[in-house]
């Protein structure tokens, strides 16, 4: 089921990238980076079909990323590089004629909006929307280039050579429209994984500790610890909760000890018992 529902992800996430491009960037020549940006500009210069460009480079950064980094990439990757050239000329058949909008700004906010949703959960999915995602990866193994910084250059140099057929200000908005998906890529890598960190400081650490374990369900560490004025030996309480568990563990804590001190944090993801896997209960 895992796997089924990974291939529904990534089959949505090129439908929704695809439908970024034909709806958005391309009725209304906005440029981007990437794949699609390279095939926009080779079809501006030579008149060379953009579905076709598209295809024949994904499937040569497909066979690339195999033979460098391995079968098990290539496997993940392989959905990708074959079904948004599809997706993307199907699609370009059915919005033939259509023009969504005519606000420039408008469309680029939505385009970066729809791209990185997209590229977000077809990540998620563990896989790689290929083409211009692939070279990034090979330099970082072959020679420990972060994957953002060779990536955002390959951008930045694809959207200068646009510049040749473009005008600056379209080059202007291309840098927004890659810095809006970037931006929305971060956001879903991490959406339902957030969490919220709390420490507590109580004389009452020990009825607070069972009542988180017992009332909510959540586990805790018992963290050394010693006030500073007067030295006095305080185990912190240590837990992880949702943000809808935080209000509770809010009320349960002052109802515990109206003195306590908590502190909390967000943190982005956490994987353990509980949160990415299943919980597993032992008796004391």
């Not at 018992?222 to 943000?243: M, R």
């Amino acid at each position: 089921m895992k796997d089924i529902k990974n291939i529904v992800g990534i089959l949505l996430g090129n439908t929704i990238y695809a439908l970024g491009v034909t709806m958005f960037i391309l009725p209304n020549n906005l440029i981007t980076g990437g794949t699609t940006g390279m095939a926009m500009l080779v079809n501006a210069t030579t008149g060379f079909s953009i579905t076709l460009f598209v295809s024949i480079f994904n499937i040569t950064m497909f066979l690339l990323g195999w033979k460098v980094l391995g079968k098990k990439f290539a496997i993940t990757t392989l959905i990708s590089s074959f079904y948004y050239p599809f997706i993307l000329g199907v699609l370009q058949e059915i919005f033939k004629n259509e023009i969504m909008s005519n606000d420039t700004l408008l469309c680029v906010i939505l385009a970066g909006l729809m791209i990185g949703a997209a590229i977000g959960i077809v990540i998620r999915c563990g896989a790689s929307t290929g083409g211009m995602d692939i070279p990034p990866l090979i330099l970082n193994k072959k020679l420990g280039i972060p994957v953002s910084v060779s990536m955002y250059g390959f951008d930045f140099v694809i959207l200068l050579g646009q510049m040749i057929i473009r005008d600056r200000e379209m080059v202007f908005y291309g840098i927004l429209l890659v810095l809006i998906y970037t931006i929305v890529l971060d956001k879903v890598l991490v959406i339902g994984k957030s969490q919220m960190q709390v420490k507590i400081v109580s004389a009452k650490h020990q009825e607070i500790n069972e009542m988180v374990i017992n009332v909510l369900d959540r586990g805790t560490t018992l963290i050394h610890g010693e006030t500073g004025f007067k030295h006095n030996p305080y185990p912190v309480v240590l837990t992880v909760v949702n943000n809808r568990e935080l209000t509770q563990l809010n009320n349960y804590v002052y109802n515990i000890d109206p003195d306590a001190f908590m502190i909390i944090n967000k943190v982005n993801e956490v994987r353990g018992k509980g949160f990415s896997s299943a919980k597993k209960y032992e008796a004391k």
